[in-house]
């Protein structure tokens, strides 16, 4: 091993963060905001490093965040109720665990983040397939071609890289600057 791969790592993860498209995030924060302002629901979910950011996200937004705005964002990470997804996965199919979940708790006007580096898991398609035949806004962080999630959400950052590990870097960068514009006073109460 030598450090030419880690140089040659980091020169990709560094261009990857160069496409994130800073007008379509403060689009996202600004859209945040709206339902804070609205007391709407937030849905967040992926799978696999995907689901972990998903998860870290919704700890940042509804901790950190909230305790910086004073009001508590409504906010809920789908893929972190074990009993939910097996549940759904075993008595109906794993592709309705996300979306038999938002047909609990999701109302139009809710807003709804997918995360998946392939844009195309079927469990993540289905969800975000339900909640714009339900009036909710949809939006996508997805890797590669963007998959089927970019020709269905409402919005999508596209983030053109295939290799996992700098897809889910760069998702999670992006939500740090989601939830960080709230915590750091970027975006008032």
Not at 73 to 90: D, K, M, Q, V
Request: glycine fraction near 8%; charge should be negative.
């Amino acid at each position: 091993m030598t450090t030419a791969y880690f140089t040659d790592y980091l020169a990709k993860q560094q261009a990857l963060y160069q496409t994130i498209p800073i007008d379509t995030v403060t689009r996202w924060a600004a859209m945040l905001h709206q339902a804070w302002v609205d007391e709407r629901q937030l849905f967040v979910f992926g799978n696999g490093g995907s689901a972990m950011n998903a998860s870290h996200f919704v700890t940042d937004l509804g901790k950190s965040a909230s305790d910086r705005m004073g009001k508590r964002f409504r906010c809920l990470c789908l893929n972190e109720s074990i009993s939910w997804i097996t549940a759904l996965g075993n008595d109906y199919a794993y592709e309705d665990v996300y979306a038999g979940q938002l047909q609990n708790y999701a109302r139009p006007g809710d807003l709804v983040l997918a995360l998946s580096v392939s844009g195309s898991s079927p469990n993540v398609v289905k969800a975000v397939e339900w909640a714009n035949d339900h009036a909710l806004t949809t939006l996508a962080l997805v890797g590669g071609n963007g998959g089927k999630l970019a020709d269905i959400a409402t919005e999508h950052i596209r983030l053109p890289d295939t290799h996992f590990g700098r897809v889910e870097d760069a998702q999670m960068t992006i939500c740090h600057l989601l939830c960080y514009c709230f915590i750091e006073g970027e975006v008032e109460s």
